[in-house]
Structure formats: C-alpha cells, structure tokens
C-alpha cells in the first residue's frame, strides 16, 4: 500500500466525483453521505502516510515514478516531505468537514456542489505532491476550474465579477508561469543531455543570474497573486465575500497556501541567487500586507469581509518567514500556513452559520448573542483568540517563530539598500499582532456582548449537534498545536533545513559592511592576513592551537 499511497490519497476523491455523477440531480439523496464518506477516507490515509513518514529524514518519502509522456522526458513523479505532508493532512482534514457544512448551507444542485469540492480536493493534493514541474502545471490549472464553479454557481449576486476577477489574476499569473517552466526545460542543463521536467534536476542545473531574475519573477509573481500579496490581493475580498462557505474554507484553508507553498518549493530552489536578491524586497511587501490587511480589516462593516481581508495580513506573516530563509523563520511559515487553514477556516465556517439563521452578516445587525446562543460565542470566541496569537494556542507559535527567525536573518540584511532591516521588519510586523487584537474583539464584542438590540435576535438557535461535531476538531486542533507543537515540528524541521542549507549553498549571503570584529574592521589587509594564516594553520574553532615559532602572530591593537 505505501507504495502508491500518496496517488490512493490524491485520486480517490477524482474517483469519488466521478461516481457522483451517477447519482440523480437536485437534492440528490444519499449525495452527502457517500462524499463524505469518500473524503473520510481520504482523510484516514492521510493519517496513515504521516504514521509511517519518516521524521528525521529530509528526503522526498513515499516517491512514485512513472514516465508519462517519455517523448519529452515528462514524468508522473510524486513525493512527499516534512513541508508538504501537513499541508496534505490539511487538506483531507478540511474537505469532510466542509462537507458536513453543507448540508444545511446548499439546497440546490447539491450533487454538482459536492463534485465541485471532491475535484478541488484532487486537484490541491496533486500539486502538493507533485515533483515534475509540468504535473505540477496541470494540478495547478485544474484547482481553477472546480473553484470557477463554487463560486460562479453557488456564490453570492456578484458571483459572477468576483469569478471573472479570480479567473483572469490567476490565469495570468500562470501562463507567465508555463512561459518560465517552458524556458527550464528548454534551455537549463548541458547541452546534449536529456530535458526533463524533474525538479530536482533541474534545481542542480546552473543558471546566469541575469536569466534567474527573469524566471523568478514569472514564478514569483504566480505564487504572490495565489497567496495573494499585496497589491495583487484585491480579487481576494471578494471571492471570499462571494463564495459560499465550503469555497471560502477551501480557498482560505488551502488554496491560498499553494501560493507560500510554490516559493517554497519552486521558486526560491530554482533560482536562488535571483531570490537571494529579491527576499528583502519579498520581506518589505510582506511587512505592507501585514499592515495593510489588518488596517483595511478594522473598517469592515461585513463580518466575512473581516475575514477575507485578515488572510492578507496572515499570510503576510508567511511570507515575511519565507523571506528571513533561517531555519526558525520558514519553520514558523510552514507551521502559520497550517495554522492558519485550522483559524480561518473554522471562522469561515461560523460566519456561515449565523448567516444561515440570519441572513445577513452585517456586524451592526447582531448583538447579545451570547444570551442567546452561548455555545456558538463560546467556539467563535476560542478562534478569535487562535486567530490573534494569543499564547497557549496555534496562532503564536508560528507568528513568533516568524519573528524571531525574522529578527537576526542575514537574508534580510545583507542586500543594499536593506542593510541591518531585520529588526525594523520585525517591528513594523509585529504591529499585525496588535491590530488582529482590534479588527477581531471589536466586532466579536459588537455582535456578542451587550444588550439584544434587534427583536430577529431573540430566536437565533445555538449551535446543533451536528455543528458541535464539525466544531469540535478545530477547538481541539488549535488547543493541541499550541501546547504539542513538537508533535508537527519535529517533521518539518529537518526538510525546512535541507532547503535552507541548499538555499545558502547556492546563493550564499554576502556579510554586512560593519560585521568584522575591531579594529580589524579598520584594517582590511590585516584581516585578510589573519584569515589565510588560519586557513593555513587550520585553526581550531573551540581553542587556540599552540603557537607555531615559525609563524608571526598577530595581537589586535
């Protein structure tokens, strides 16, 4: 079974979409039931692939190769690591879920509906594991079309400007994407060898600067709309606004996260020293979005605009870790991604509740619905504070490793004009953990506390059994990852290190003006001569070696 479980884990939901389609249209009976059970049990292999990962390795595990289109090297090639394991856990997690959220939130074309969701399922698991760039284009392309439909036929009465505005950001995006695969796998490698689509082939290939930045960009600027970042972030808003809940889960809980996760692993591995230049202009953007989203969040009079618009400023925070490329900092991104799949997700969720009982998510229409419905204040309550960081849940541990590997990071301090800015990123981003406090408690202490100022409000009903049930793995889930971190970390970590150690190898940072020690900082030759004569004398890094009489040795004035 290990052998291809990640292709089980991948394609039973394409399978389980295509057998949908047998059952009859409209409400379709027994629809529910039989999608969720298929992504049940997409989910429990899941949990089998992280039972059997090897932790303290770095290396791809589970790998399946396969040629697929052997006329130009094109390979159906997957695997699986620390950093993409919980990502795929994740999704799995989410889909039931949203599942279970729909049915009392779709009541019509619900087969079509839970197709939608089970291909979006697919078609996520495949670009997360996909290890050939050209399948990993397809996956990516095919998360578009599911998604075009969740929101077009199932969204809100801008549905169809708000799918319009996410088909043209994310196709343009990509076909400059394709142009830059297209570019590798014609023109990387030595000439006469065989052209492959293989990552890790082309990763060792070697790149002129002035074509990495060409490339990068292409990738970058795919990645950066997905993510999104800002300016490219105002499709964002409003496919969340406009999808229905189960889309806007997926969208934030997953979708989102194939953007961080393509730099991750494409963008920053295929041309490093081309991203070597860029990260501090990544980490600068990163820094505006955390301020931005948060400020443009504060405003909000929509409640799941709120939302949509504290992913910019979350995923900000991501790519400000990316950026920092130290082990502290990717490891707290990669773990913030996951995090922040569980926290807006589940906060997604909740707006769609009350929605369904009230029918607005004005923030002004609500108040008092603690008195009313004290067991939904009670789970929106414990989000809101994973989703702000508040210690002793999920949301903190990412954003503090964020920081602090943010902090001392050579990336972000050692390309002009940027010089020493790691500390002024930091506290710049650390102004988004006190906004998130404002633009979640305000409206969380609008629509909850207070008297009851609107008679509709007397009747909403609290959570049911079955909301409790979908609940309940998402407060349990932000309580263990803040306490238990080391339950995730101990995976991530090791392949976080490979990429960074292969990063620096690649494109190593050059030292700041100002960090050799004194007085050799005033005396370049002296210091040049101090560093041969210990390259020379292999000088012991933890104690003096006994002088050599034939040396001359050199004391520092």
């Known amino acids: 079974m290990s052998a291809h479980l990640l292709s089980l884990i991948t394609f039973l939901p394409l399978v ?22 298929v992504s049940g ?15 303290s390795s770095s290396a791809l595990q589970f790998v399946e190769r396969v040629p697929w289109i052997e006329s130009i090297g094109a390979q159906y090639l997957l695997g699986v690591d620390g950093i993409s394991l919980f990502l795929v856990v994740l999704t799995t997690f989410l889909t039931p879920l949203v599942i279970v959220s729909s049915y009392s939130a779709i009541e019509d074309k619900v087969r079509e509906y839970l197709i939608c969701i089970l291909v979006l399922e697919s078609a996520m698991l495949g670009a997360l594991v996909a290890q050939d760039l050209l399948l990993f284009y397809v996956f990516w392309e095919a998360m578009l079309i599911p998604m075009y439909f969740l929101i077009g036929v199932f969204g809100g009465k801008n549905k169809i400007e708000a799918t319009i505005k996410f088909f043209l950001y994310t196709m343009a995006g990509s076909v400059l994407m394709l142009v830059a695969i297209l570019w590798l796998y014609f023109k990387a490698g030595p000439v006469g060898a065989p052209r492959t689509f293989e990552l890790a082939v082309l990763t060792k290939h070697t790149i002129g600067l002035a074509a990495q930045r060409w490339m990068f960009l292409a990738f970058a600027l795919s990645f950066a709309i997905k993510v999104p970042m800002f300016p490219v972030h105002t499709w964002l808003p409003l496919a969340h606004v406009e999808a229905p809940t189960g889309g806007s889960v997926i969208l934030a809980g997953v979708l989102l996260k194939m953007g961080t996760y393509g730099f991750l692993r494409f963008a920053m591995p295929l041309f490093p020293l081309a991203a070597r230049e860029m990260l501090p202009w990544i980490g600068v953007i990163a820094v505006i979005g955390i301020v931005y989203g948060a400020l443009v969040s504060m405003v909000q009079k929509d409640i799941k605009k709120v939302v949509a618009y504290s992913s910019v400023s979350h995923l900000g925070f991501v790519m400000l870790g990316i950026a920092a490329m130290s082990t502290a900092g990717v490891t707290g991104a990669v773990y913030q991604m996951l995090n922040h799949g569980i926290s807006t997700g589940a906060l997604f969720l909740l707006v769609g509740v009350i929605y369904e009982r009230r029918h607005t998510r004005e923030i002004d229409a609500f108040g008092g619905l603690a008195k009313v419905a004290p067991m939904y204040a009670s789970v929106f309550l414990i989000i809101t504070l994973s989703s702000i960081g508040l210690p002793g849940l999920n949301g903190f541990v990412g954003e503090f490793m964020i920081l602090a590997g943010t902090f001392g990071s050579s990336a972000l301090g050692s390309v002009r004009p940027f010089y020493g800015w790691g500390p002024a990123l930091v506290t710049v981003g650390a102004l988004g953990v006190i906004f998130a406090a404002v633009y979640l408690l305000w409206p969380y202490q609008r629509m909850f506390f207070g008297p009851v100022r609107h008679a509709e409000n007397l009747h909403v009903k609290d959570l049911n059994s079955r909301e409790i049930l979908m609940f309940a793995p998402f407060v349990v889930l932000v309580v263990v990852m803040g306490v238990m971190p080391r339950l995730f970390l ?62 001359p040795t050199l004391v520092p004035q």
């Open 16 to 37: 389980g979409a295509v057998l949908l389609m047998a059952f009859p249209r409209g409400k379709a009976p027994g629809a529910r039931g039989f999608a969720l059970f």
């Open 41 to 55: 049990a997409a989910f429990v292999a899941s949990l089998v692939l992280w039972q059997r990962f090897e932790p």
């Open 490 to 551: 101990t995976s991530i970590e090791p392949s976080v290190q490979k990429i960074v150690n292969d990063f620096n190898a690649a494109a190593p940072a050059v030292p700041m003006p100002g960090t050799a020690p004194e007085p050799f900082r005033r005396q370049p030759a002296l210091l040049q001569r101090l560093q041969r004569l210990n390259q020379e004398n292999q000088i012991n890094p933890n104690g003096p070696k006994p002088a050599d009489p034939g040396q």
